[in-house]
Protein backbone atom coordinates (compact mmCIF):
# COMPACT_ATOMS: atom_id res chain seq x y z
CA UNK A 1 0.00 0.00 0.00
CA UNK A 2 1.70 3.36 -1.26
CA UNK A 3 1.64 5.54 1.95
CA UNK A 4 3.96 8.10 1.37
CA UNK A 5 2.35 10.94 3.30
CA UNK A 6 1.97 14.40 1.40
CA UNK A 7 2.73 17.38 3.15
CA UNK A 8 -1.00 18.76 3.68
CA UNK A 9 0.77 21.70 5.35
CA UNK A 10 -0.73 23.80 2.74
CA UNK A 11 -4.85 23.93 3.21
CA UNK A 12 -6.71 21.86 1.39
CA UNK A 13 -9.08 23.35 -1.52
CA UNK A 14 -12.78 21.83 -0.20
CA UNK A 15 -14.21 22.89 -2.85
CA UNK A 16 -11.97 21.56 -5.09
CA UNK A 17 -13.49 17.91 -6.15
CA UNK A 18 -17.24 18.66 -5.72
CA UNK A 19 -18.54 16.43 -8.65
CA UNK A 20 -22.74 16.00 -9.49
CA UNK A 21 -22.22 13.07 -7.21
CA UNK A 22 -21.39 15.24 -4.14
CA UNK A 23 -24.84 17.28 -4.03
CA UNK A 24 -26.58 13.91 -4.86
CA UNK A 25 -24.73 11.92 -1.70
CA UNK A 26 -26.49 14.85 0.50
CA UNK A 27 -29.32 14.77 -0.79
CA UNK A 28 -29.38 11.21 -0.13
CA UNK A 29 -28.33 11.23 3.26
CA UNK A 30 -29.17 14.19 4.78
CA UNK A 31 -33.03 12.68 5.10
CA UNK A 32 -30.95 9.54 7.01
CA UNK A 33 -29.14 11.97 9.25
CA UNK A 34 -32.33 13.97 10.17
CA UNK A 35 -34.46 10.73 11.38
CA UNK A 36 -31.42 9.30 13.04
CA UNK A 37 -31.15 12.42 14.87
CA UNK A 38 -34.96 13.13 15.60
CA UNK A 39 -36.29 9.52 16.44
CA UNK A 40 -32.65 8.29 17.88
CA UNK A 41 -32.23 11.47 20.58
CA UNK A 42 -35.35 10.29 22.55
CA UNK A 43 -34.09 6.65 23.01
CA UNK A 44 -30.89 8.25 23.67
CA UNK A 45 -32.02 10.06 26.18
CA UNK A 46 -34.17 7.41 27.68
CA UNK A 47 -31.30 4.91 28.43
CA UNK A 48 -28.64 7.78 29.77
CA UNK A 49 -29.68 7.29 32.86
CA UNK A 50 -29.19 5.37 36.21
CA UNK A 51 -31.96 2.71 34.82
CA UNK A 52 -29.67 2.33 31.44
CA UNK A 53 -26.49 1.69 32.96
CA UNK A 54 -28.58 -0.48 35.57
CA UNK A 55 -29.82 -2.82 32.76
CA UNK A 56 -27.01 -4.86 31.40
CA UNK A 57 -26.97 -7.97 28.48
CA UNK A 58 -24.33 -9.21 26.41
CA UNK A 59 -21.33 -7.71 28.99
CA UNK A 60 -22.85 -4.10 28.41
CA UNK A 61 -25.03 -2.09 30.16
CA UNK A 62 -28.09 -0.63 27.83
CA UNK A 63 -26.79 2.83 27.50
CA UNK A 64 -23.17 1.70 26.45
CA UNK A 65 -25.14 -0.33 23.75
CA UNK A 66 -27.34 2.36 22.83
CA UNK A 67 -24.24 4.83 22.35
CA UNK A 68 -22.35 2.66 20.21
CA UNK A 69 -25.32 2.32 18.06
CA UNK A 70 -26.25 5.80 17.74
CA UNK A 71 -22.38 6.42 16.99
CA UNK A 72 -22.16 3.82 14.71
CA UNK A 73 -25.11 4.11 12.72
CA UNK A 74 -23.84 8.13 12.41
CA UNK A 75 -20.79 6.60 10.95
CA UNK A 76 -22.32 4.32 8.18
CA UNK A 77 -24.56 7.77 6.98
CA UNK A 78 -21.31 9.38 6.54
CA UNK A 79 -19.96 7.24 4.69
CA UNK A 80 -17.37 6.16 6.90
CA UNK A 81 -16.52 2.15 7.09
CA UNK A 82 -14.84 1.01 10.42
CA UNK A 83 -11.99 -1.11 10.94
CA UNK A 84 -11.35 -1.54 14.28
CA UNK A 85 -8.25 -3.24 15.56
CA UNK A 86 -7.89 -4.16 19.02
CA UNK A 87 -10.32 -3.45 21.70
CA UNK A 88 -10.28 -0.98 24.69
CA UNK A 89 -11.28 -3.88 27.49
CA UNK A 90 -12.81 -3.67 30.92
CA UNK A 91 -11.89 -1.58 34.04
CA UNK A 92 -11.39 2.30 33.94
CA UNK A 93 -8.95 3.42 31.16
CA UNK A 94 -7.71 6.98 30.47
CA UNK A 95 -7.56 7.01 26.58
CA UNK A 96 -5.76 9.18 24.26
CA UNK A 97 -6.14 9.53 20.42
CA UNK A 98 -5.07 11.93 17.62
CA UNK A 99 -7.55 14.15 16.45
CA UNK A 100 -8.89 14.87 13.06
CA UNK A 101 -12.04 15.35 12.43
CA UNK A 102 -14.92 15.46 14.38
CA UNK A 103 -15.91 11.94 13.58
CA UNK A 104 -13.23 10.76 15.38
CA UNK A 105 -15.61 10.92 18.22
CA UNK A 106 -18.08 8.93 16.65
CA UNK A 107 -15.81 6.33 15.81
CA UNK A 108 -14.21 5.94 19.43
CA UNK A 109 -18.45 6.17 20.62
CA UNK A 110 -19.26 3.30 18.32
CA UNK A 111 -16.54 0.90 20.24
CA UNK A 112 -17.15 1.80 23.54
CA UNK A 113 -18.87 3.87 26.15
CA UNK A 114 -16.26 6.57 27.08
CA UNK A 115 -16.60 10.25 28.68
CA UNK A 116 -15.23 12.64 26.25
CA UNK A 117 -13.67 15.99 26.89
CA UNK A 118 -14.72 18.75 24.39
CA UNK A 119 -14.47 22.27 23.78
CA UNK A 120 -16.97 24.19 25.95
CA UNK A 121 -18.26 25.65 22.89
CA UNK A 122 -20.25 22.59 21.81
CA UNK A 123 -22.60 22.52 25.26
CA UNK A 124 -24.42 25.13 23.11
CA UNK A 125 -24.42 23.77 20.09
CA UNK A 126 -28.36 22.65 19.43
CA UNK A 127 -28.59 18.99 19.06
CA UNK A 128 -25.26 18.21 19.03
CA UNK A 129 -24.60 19.88 22.85
CA UNK A 130 -27.61 18.12 23.98
CA UNK A 131 -25.87 14.63 22.89
CA UNK A 132 -22.65 15.31 24.35
CA UNK A 133 -24.37 16.64 27.54
CA UNK A 134 -26.45 13.43 27.90
CA UNK A 135 -22.97 11.56 27.12
CA UNK A 136 -21.25 13.18 30.29
CA UNK A 137 -18.78 15.01 28.30
CA UNK A 138 -16.39 17.25 30.16
CA UNK A 139 -15.97 21.17 28.64
CA UNK A 140 -13.46 22.99 28.78
CA UNK A 141 -13.04 26.63 27.95
CA UNK A 142 -9.74 26.66 25.50
CA UNK A 143 -6.95 28.88 27.12
CA UNK A 144 -7.94 29.04 30.82
CA UNK A 145 -5.96 27.48 33.09
CA UNK A 146 -8.45 27.40 35.49
CA UNK A 147 -10.74 25.70 33.64
CA UNK A 148 -8.02 22.93 32.77
CA UNK A 149 -8.07 22.21 36.00
CA UNK A 150 -11.64 21.66 36.69
CA UNK A 151 -11.25 19.24 33.82
CA UNK A 152 -8.51 17.18 35.11
CA UNK A 153 -10.08 17.08 38.46
CA UNK A 154 -13.77 15.65 36.37
CA UNK A 155 -11.54 13.19 34.25
CA UNK A 156 -9.79 12.34 38.11
CA UNK A 157 -13.58 11.71 39.38
CA UNK A 158 -15.08 9.47 36.78
CA UNK A 159 -11.87 7.32 36.74
CA UNK A 160 -11.61 6.66 40.28
CA UNK A 161 -15.37 5.01 40.15
CA UNK A 162 -14.66 3.00 37.63
CA UNK A 163 -14.95 4.87 34.32
CA UNK A 164 -13.36 5.21 30.86
CA UNK A 165 -12.51 9.00 29.68
CA UNK A 166 -11.53 9.63 26.13
CA UNK A 167 -9.28 12.85 25.56
CA UNK A 168 -7.53 14.12 21.95
CA UNK A 169 -3.78 15.28 24.10
CA UNK A 170 -3.11 17.72 20.60
CA UNK A 171 -5.46 20.17 21.83
CA UNK A 172 -7.03 20.94 18.51
CA UNK A 173 -8.20 19.37 15.28
CA UNK A 174 -5.06 18.96 12.83
CA UNK A 175 -4.93 18.43 8.70
CA UNK A 176 -3.61 15.27 9.70
CA UNK A 177 -0.52 15.85 8.06
CA UNK A 178 1.30 13.94 11.26
CA UNK A 179 0.33 13.80 14.57
CA UNK A 180 1.58 16.08 16.68
CA UNK A 181 2.79 17.10 20.09
CA UNK A 182 0.94 15.56 23.11
CA UNK A 183 -0.05 18.14 25.38
CA UNK A 184 1.00 16.13 29.00
CA UNK A 185 -0.98 18.87 31.48
CA UNK A 186 -4.19 16.24 30.80
CA UNK A 187 -2.45 13.19 31.56
CA UNK A 188 -2.20 14.20 35.56
CA UNK A 189 -5.60 12.71 35.92
CA UNK A 190 -4.02 9.13 34.74
CA UNK A 191 -1.01 9.80 37.50
CA UNK A 192 -3.21 10.95 40.22
CA UNK A 193 -5.65 8.20 39.74
CA UNK A 194 -2.92 5.08 38.61
CA UNK A 195 -4.69 3.96 35.74
CA UNK A 196 -3.55 2.74 32.77
CA UNK A 197 -3.35 5.38 29.46
CA UNK A 198 -4.33 3.45 26.02
CA UNK A 199 -3.13 5.23 22.89
CA UNK A 200 -5.13 5.00 20.02
CA UNK A 201 -4.25 5.68 16.63
CA UNK A 202 -7.14 7.36 13.88
CA UNK A 203 -6.60 7.05 10.33
CA UNK A 204 -8.65 7.94 7.31
CA UNK A 205 -7.63 5.98 4.43
CA UNK A 206 -9.04 6.92 1.02
CA UNK A 207 -7.22 4.70 -2.35
CA UNK A 208 -4.56 3.14 -0.16
CA UNK A 209 -3.60 6.58 0.99
CA UNK A 210 -4.24 9.20 3.62
CA UNK A 211 -7.61 10.52 2.94
CA UNK A 212 -7.33 14.67 3.54
CA UNK A 213 -10.94 15.92 3.23
CA UNK A 214 -11.64 14.06 5.96
CA UNK A 215 -9.66 16.86 7.81
CA UNK A 216 -11.12 20.13 9.08
CA UNK A 217 -7.76 21.89 7.17
CA UNK A 218 -9.67 25.35 6.39
CA UNK A 219 -9.96 26.78 9.86
CA UNK A 220 -12.74 29.40 8.47
CA UNK A 221 -14.28 26.50 7.59
CA UNK A 222 -17.46 26.66 10.08
CA UNK A 223 -19.10 23.60 11.87
CA UNK A 224 -22.02 23.26 9.63
CA UNK A 225 -20.41 23.70 6.71
CA UNK A 226 -18.03 20.88 7.76
CA UNK A 227 -20.74 18.17 8.22
CA UNK A 228 -22.65 19.24 5.40
CA UNK A 229 -19.50 19.00 3.07
CA UNK A 230 -18.52 15.44 4.66
CA UNK A 231 -22.15 14.22 4.16
CA UNK A 232 -21.35 14.78 0.63
CA UNK A 233 -17.93 13.08 0.54
CA UNK A 234 -17.30 9.73 -0.93
CA UNK A 235 -16.49 6.91 1.59
CA UNK A 236 -13.66 6.79 3.35
CA UNK A 237 -11.76 3.65 5.78
CA UNK A 238 -11.29 4.74 9.00
CA UNK A 239 -8.76 2.57 10.87
CA UNK A 240 -9.30 3.00 14.58
CA UNK A 241 -6.59 1.33 16.41
CA UNK A 242 -6.19 0.24 20.42
CA UNK A 243 -2.85 -0.27 21.48
CA UNK A 244 -1.26 -1.84 23.99
CA UNK A 245 -2.34 -0.02 27.69
CA UNK A 246 0.88 2.00 29.57
CA UNK A 247 1.10 2.09 33.16
CA UNK A 248 0.86 5.64 34.36
CA UNK A 249 1.80 4.34 37.53
CA UNK A 250 5.74 6.28 38.58
CA UNK A 251 5.70 8.66 35.53
CA UNK A 252 5.94 11.94 35.04
CA UNK A 253 3.40 13.66 32.81
CA UNK A 254 5.28 14.57 29.82
CA UNK A 255 6.88 10.96 30.21
CA UNK A 256 3.55 9.58 29.88
CA UNK A 257 2.78 12.20 27.23
CA UNK A 258 5.85 11.50 24.99
CA UNK A 259 5.16 7.97 25.39
CA UNK A 260 1.75 7.51 23.71
CA UNK A 261 2.65 10.01 21.53
CA UNK A 262 5.22 8.20 19.95
CA UNK A 263 2.90 5.18 19.92
CA UNK A 264 0.45 6.84 18.34
CA UNK A 265 2.91 8.34 15.82
CA UNK A 266 4.65 5.36 15.11
CA UNK A 267 1.03 3.40 14.05
CA UNK A 268 -0.31 6.48 12.00
CA UNK A 269 2.76 6.21 9.95
CA UNK A 270 2.59 2.08 9.33
CA UNK A 271 1.33 0.74 6.27
CA UNK A 272 -1.64 -1.27 7.00
CA UNK A 273 -4.98 -3.31 4.67
CA UNK A 274 -7.85 -1.46 4.15
CA UNK A 275 -10.00 -4.79 4.63
CA UNK A 276 -13.19 -3.78 6.96
CA UNK A 277 -13.84 -5.73 9.97
Not at 65 to 85: D, K, S, Y
Request: hydrophobic share 45%; aromatic share 10%.
Amino acid sequence: MNMQIQSLDKQVNIGSGWGWLHPLRILLRLPLLLVHVFFGLPLIYLSFNRFGRAIEFRGRSLDAHMQCWWAGTLCEIFGIRRQTLGQPGPGPLFVVANHISFLDILLLGSVAKFSFVSKAEIANWPLIGLVAKMGDTVFHQRGSGHSLQGVVDAISTKLHAGGRVAVFPEGRIYCGDHVHRFHARIFRAAIETEVEVLPVCIRYLKNGSLNPRICLCDRNEKFFWNLLRLLGESGSTAQLHFQQRIPAAGKSRKELAAEAEAAVVADYLAPRSQSVS
